[in-house]
């Protein structure tokens, strides 16, 4: 492996100070970065796509790690110098695009298999999963894996079960698509700045079929109307859809359930009821 400066240094020398608006907490702990990228599993085929690299942290671990090619997506132009320098560490092996992910797709940014492994940007994490699942409903192809860092309350709705506090909109989208599992907590001052919160590192790995057949779209806009009233039965929750009484028939559920009580096949029954009325 090539010798690199102390991140800290990189930081200094680059002045990049990590910026509020941009949801920015550099993670410059070499041993939890390298424990992410382990997480990661076999990086040495296909593509390993990282958002919001900042300077490096984790990117230097992942190519540590063997990975064939690393895509970093950042936003932040401040960031591109110490990439570029990183990449001339090693050739051939890290490409830097200065874009939002919100507006990428994962199958244009390089061969499968294409893993995601990131520490996400708090402000922008739950809509960029949620634009990855519904690509992943599209294409199967479209990902292989995920292993990234969320807000530990994020990632606790993502593995959430039913009939639980956090069970909700998320748990349900992802689970649809993904086996999920906490694969362990990050306190807040392993970042700089230290947000206000702990982080939890979450692995997706996408199931061979979907758990139930549905329609991502109207999957979400079940789940929606569903959880836009989680305290109020089904029969007051869907109202926005059609008809609660007719569409939880031909669902199998019952009309005094709550948005909490339903299963992911379950809404996928919804989903599928909707569908049908065209």
């Known amino acids: ?49 990282e958002i919001g690299p900042g300077p490096g942290g984790l990117t230097r671990s992942l190519l540590a790690a063997g990975a064939r090619h690393v895509v970093a997506v950042e936003r932040d132009p401040r960031c591109l110098a110490a990439l570029a320098e990183l990449g001339e560490a090693y050739p051939g092996r890290l490409t830097a695009h200065k874009a939002d992910a919100q507006h990428l797709r994962l199958a244009d940014l390089g061969p499968p298999p294409r893993t995601v492994v990131a520490n996400l940007p708090y402000n922008v994490a739950t809509e960029l999963l949620i634009g990855w699942l519904d690509e992943l409903a599209a294409d199967p192809d479209a990902a292989a894996g995920f292993t990234l860092m969320f807000q530990k309350e994020v990632a606790d709705r993502l593995v959430a079960a039913p009939g639980t506090k956090a069970y909700g909109r998320l748990s349900i989208l992802t689970q649809w698509l993904c086996a999920a599992r906490v694969l362990f907590k990050v306190p807040p001052q392993a970042f700089t700045p230290p947000p206000k919160v702990w982080s939890g590192v979450v692995q997706l790995t996408p199931r061979p079929a979907p758990l139930a057949p549905a329609n991502s779209a109207t999957l979400q806009r079940v789940t929606g109307a569903a959880f836009g009233q989680r305290r109020k039965m089904l029969r007051q929750s869907l109202k926005s859809l ?21 299963s992911v096949e379950s809404y996928c029954a919804i989903a599928r009821a909707l569908e049908a009325d065209g």
């Open 242 to 262: 059609g008809e609660p009484a007719d569409l939880a028939a031909r669902a199998g559920v019952p009309l005094t359930a709550r948005a909490e009580d339903l």
């Open 1 to 49: 492996m090539p010798e690199l400066e102390p991140l800290r240094e990189t930081i200094r020398r680059h002045g990049l100070n990590a910026r509020r608006s941009l949801g920015q907490h550099f993670l410059l702990d070499a041993n939890l970065t390298d424990r992410i990228a382990r997480a990661a599993g076999d990086l040495t085929h296909g593509t390993t796509i």
